[in-house]
């Protein structure tokens, strides 16, 4: 069970910023430093990115860090590395609630952009993006203030510094121990096969895969379900 860990890095930052046809063309424009609300008004999502907008400009040490150019793989490192540093340092609840609000958005991707949650990449993908925001756009609007809640406090948490927990190594065990548990039998080989390769997977075979495991993961026990949501949004 520990294996789908290594894989299951949920970015959904990249659904913010303009969007960009090709991988080294740069993909968002800070220029002074200040954020610029990307959704127009009258927007299902724009009301609730106003708020990010608004909060992350009340930043200086956000402007700062971020003022300037990045291309998708910039882009992309930056937003990972954020929620890594965010499932390190935010509390249970906030975690919980952005996990629950992935395992809603899950099933309204397309097939072929929900596989793409479980394998391995290394670039900030605009049609996926796309996917997710269109799926915000059909959810009620405190998913999408979850995500961006979780995201702001994770770039926050990086530039204040604010400390790390201690890792707790037998929590994730046990929480591992719990998940595992909800899988056996033909369920538990089906999930096992996607997991020896979610490469090779199909598309239908790994999109299930992961949407019953971030929703299981939601399901647990408190104590187990924030285990897990660190692991899945710390990507280790």
């Not at 959704?39 to 860090?65: M, T």
């Not at 910039?74 to 609630?97: F, H, K």
């Not at 609000?101 to 290394?122: G, W, Y």
């Not at 796309?130 to 702001?152: G, K, M, T, V």
């Amino acid at each position: 069970m520990k294996k789908f860990l290594v894989f299951l890095v949920l970015v959904v930052g990249g659904a913010m910023w303009v969007k960009s046809k090709l991988s080294g063309e740069p993909i968002i424009h800070i220029g002074s430093g200040e954020l610029v609300n990307p959704y127009p008004p009258g927007s299902a999502l724009h009301a609730q990115q106003q708020e990010f907008v608004d909060r992350f400009n009340a930043d200086p040490k956000l402007r700062e860090r971020f003022a300037g150019r990045f291309t998708s793989k910039g882009l992309y490192a930056e937003v990972t590395g954020a929620l890594q540093r965010g499932a390190r340092s935010l509390d249970s609840a906030q975690l919980i609630q952005v996990t629950r609000a992935m395992a809603a958005v899950i099933p309204r991707l397309r097939e072929e952009n929900c596989a793409k949650l479980i394998r391995p990449k290394d670039d900030f993908d605009p049609v996926l993006s796309a996917d997710i925001s269109d799926a915000l756009e059909r959810l009620p609007p405190r998913h999408h203030r979850n995500f961006w809640n979780f995201y702001l406090d994770s770039l926050k948490a990086e530039v204040h510094d604010v400390p790390e927990r201690p890792v707790d190594m037998p929590a994730r065990e046990r929480a591992l121990a719990e998940l595992g548990s909800r899988y056996h039998g033909p369920t538990g080989e089906r999930l096992a096969n996607v997991m020896r390769n979610p490469v090779r997977a199909p598309d239908g075979e790994a999109c299930w895969a992961i949407n019953t495991l971030t929703h299981t993961s939601t399901q647990l026990s408190p104590d187990h379900a924030e285990a897990l949501a660190r692991m899945i949004w710390g990507g280790r």
